[in-house]
């Protein structure tokens, strides 16, 4: 595989998005053997390449039987047509590598549809009429009038199918959204940061549950929610969410706009980043960014600097300087972890008030909800009924006294 960079004026920009493009390349089982970089000013506009480093790109394609090239820009249809006709190599641009990415680690049945449809979104425009498309044409009843040809058939069956698949997916996210308002009182925590920084890790040292770690680019699509581990009470939800990348696909940030809900009904954002990351500020800015495109960017947030185990003395200064409120650990070390499991823990703490509860004995189905939604500091009986003090936060507590 050859990658093909359209770089901006940064040169450190253009080094790492060229370093992305490689792990992008590598997550679908690619090797880069070689890189060509050529500047966007001045090209013809069915042009990615100009006319020299597309000779120079064709030579280097055949002489090294390289089969797939690499775009590290969205192309438009007539480029990527103009590129294969140059190499006689497949051509993929940035979305479809990613596409790619997502179609092959969508595991449950709403992160299919979600892909499927992004896909197929992204597949339309590039349906281009062959001579044979132009002879399948027919007329209407009777055999007159234009009809239909076959790119014009293909595209309305594309439309077709991305509205079944959408009626589906909204089908699912239903539920999800049932799932979402019972959840509406609960401590909720959510994961939030680049690909591969390491949210996947810490969900399970948080949690204790298997989800997939790998390191790999969008290893995790579904949205798992679980409690943190030893429990509190009331309980406190971590949702690990699908990473972000730069220029991710706008059709992907659609479809999958119903799995961030997940972030944007969130109590408190923790934002991992990976510190051994040179980039890692860049990522942690389209981070904020595409949270700002869904709305989610307004809950308080919480800064963790992960894999710190991969930096020097030196480099951890300047991080600790950079980011004074920001917690620096790794998510391998089972003390790292405790000291944020105590952050989160505190966070909600501070939100919560001390207050006593008297529930008649014809009400006592209210004691185990409050046991479920409050911290039960001491419980005593009596001939009114069930006498609790407890700590809760404030909206729990009047939805209480209301059932009573």
């Given at each position: 595989?050859?990658?093909?960079?359209?770089?901006?004026?940064?040169?450190?920009?253009?080094?790492?998005s060229?370093?992305?493009?490689?792990?992008?390349?590598?997550?679908?089982?690619?090797?880069?053997?070689?890189?060509?970089?050529?500047?966007?000013?001045?090209?013809?506009?069915?042009?990615?390449?100009?006319?020299?480093?597309?000779?120079?790109?064709?030579?280097?394609?055949?002489?090294?039987?390289?089969?797939?090239?690499?775009?590290?820009?969205?192309?438009?249809?007539?480029?990527?047509?103009?590129?294969?006709?140059?190499?006689?190599?497949?051509?993929?641009?940035?979305?479809?590598?990613?596409?790619?990415?997502?179609?092959?680690?969508?595991?449950?049945?709403?992160?299919?549809?979600?892909?499927?449809?992004?896909?197929?979104?992204?597949?339309?425009?590039?349906?281009?009429?062959?001579?044979?498309?132009?002879?399948?044409?027919?007329?209407?009843?009777?055999?007159?009038?234009?009809?239909?040809?076959?790119?014009?058939?293909?595209?309305?069956?594309?439309?077709?199918?991305?509205?079944?698949?959408?009626?589906?997916?909204?089908?699912?996210?239903?539920?999800?959204?049932t799932?979402?308002?019972?959840r509406?009182?609960?401590?909720?925590?959510?994961?939030?940061?680049?690909?591969?920084?390491?949210?996947?890790?810490l969900?399970?040292?948080?949690?204790?549950?298997?989800?997939?770690?790998?390191?790999?680019?969008?290893?995790?699509?579904?949205?798992?929610?679980?409690?943190?581990?030893?429990?509190?009470?009331?309980?406190?939800?971590?949702?690990?969410?699908?990473?972000?990348?730069?220029?991710?696909?706008?059709?992907?940030?659609?479809?999958?706009?119903?799995?961030?809900?997940?972030?944007r009904?969130?109590?408190?954002?923790?934002?991992?980043?990976?510190?051994?990351?040179?980039?890692?500020?860049?990522?942690?800015?389209?981070?904020?960014?595409?949270?700002?495109?869904?709305?989610?960017?307004?809950?308080?947030?919480?800064v963790?600097?992960?894999?710190?185990?991969?930096?020097?003395?030196?480099?951890?200064?300047?991080?600790?300087?950079?980011?004074?409120?920001?917690?620096?650990?790794?998510?391998?070390?089972?003390?790292?972890?405790?000291?944020?499991?105590?952050?989160?823990?505190?966070?909600?703490?501070?939100?919560?008030?001390?207050?006593?509860?008297?529930?008649?004995?014809?009400?006592?189905?209210?004691?185990?909800?409050?046991h479920?939604?409050?911290?039960?500091?001491?419980?005593?009986?009596?001939?009114?009924?069930?006498?609790?003090?407890?700590?809760?936060?404030?909206?729990?507590?009047?939805?209480l006294?209301?059932?009573?």
């Amino acid at each position: 595989m050859i990658g093909v960079q359209l770089p901006g004026v940064d040169d450190s920009v253009h080094a790492a998005s060229l370093q992305e493009l490689t792990r992008l390349g590598k997550t679908l089982g690619l090797q880069v053997v070689e890189r060509v970089a050529q500047k966007r000013s001045a090209l013809a506009p069915g042009a990615v390449l100009g006319e020299g480093k597309l000779e120079e790109l064709a030579a280097r394609v055949n002489e090294l039987s390289v089969r797939t090239v690499l775009v590290d820009h969205e192309i438009t249809p007539s480029q990527a047509r103009n590129l294969e006709k140059a190499t006689s190599a497949e051509v993929l641009d940035r979305t479809a590598v990613i596409l790619a990415i997502f179609q092959r680690h969508a595991r449950s049945r709403e992160a299919r549809l979600q892909v499927e449809i992004a896909r197929l979104s992204y597949l339309a425009p590039r349906l281009r009429e062959s001579s044979a498309g132009r002879d399948r044409q027919g007329g209407g009843i009777g055999g007159k009038g234009a009809g239909e040809s076959a790119i014009e058939l293909d595209r309305r069956k594309l439309r077709d199918r991305i509205s079944e698949l959408r009626q589906e997916l909204s089908a699912i996210e239903r539920d999800a959204e049932t799932r979402r308002r019972r959840r509406t009182e609960a401590s909720t925590v959510a994961l939030v940061g680049y690909t591969n920084a390491g949210k996947s890790s810490l969900m399970r040292a948080l949690t204790g549950s298997g989800v997939l770690v790998a390191d790999q680019l969008f290893a995790t699509l579904d949205t798992t929610v679980r409690a943190l581990q030893p429990p509190t009470h009331p309980r406190i939800l971590i949702s690990d969410t699908v990473g972000f990348i730069k220029k991710l696909p706008h059709d992907l940030i659609a479809s999958f706009r119903s799995t961030l809900d997940e972030v944007r009904d969130a109590s408190l954002l923790v934002q991992v980043v990976d510190a051994s990351d040179p980039a890692h500020q860049a990522q942690m800015d389209v981070t904020r960014e595409v949270l700002r495109e869904i709305g989610a960017d307004a809950q308080p947030w919480l800064v963790v600097l992960n894999k710190i185990d991969r930096v020097d003395v030196a480099t951890r200064a300047e991080l600790e300087a950079l980011h004074p409120d920001a917690l620096l650990l790794s998510a391998k070390r089972p003390e790292d972890v405790a000291l944020l499991r105590d952050r989160l823990v505190a966070f909600f703490e501070r939100e919560m008030v001390e207050d006593e509860v008297t529930v008649p004995y014809s009400r006592q189905r209210v004691v185990g909800d409050i046991h479920s939604s409050c911290r039960v500091l001491a419980e005593t009986y009596d001939e009114r009924g069930t006498h609790l003090r407890i700590r809760a936060h404030p909206a729990v507590l009047a939805r209480l006294r209301a059932a009573l």
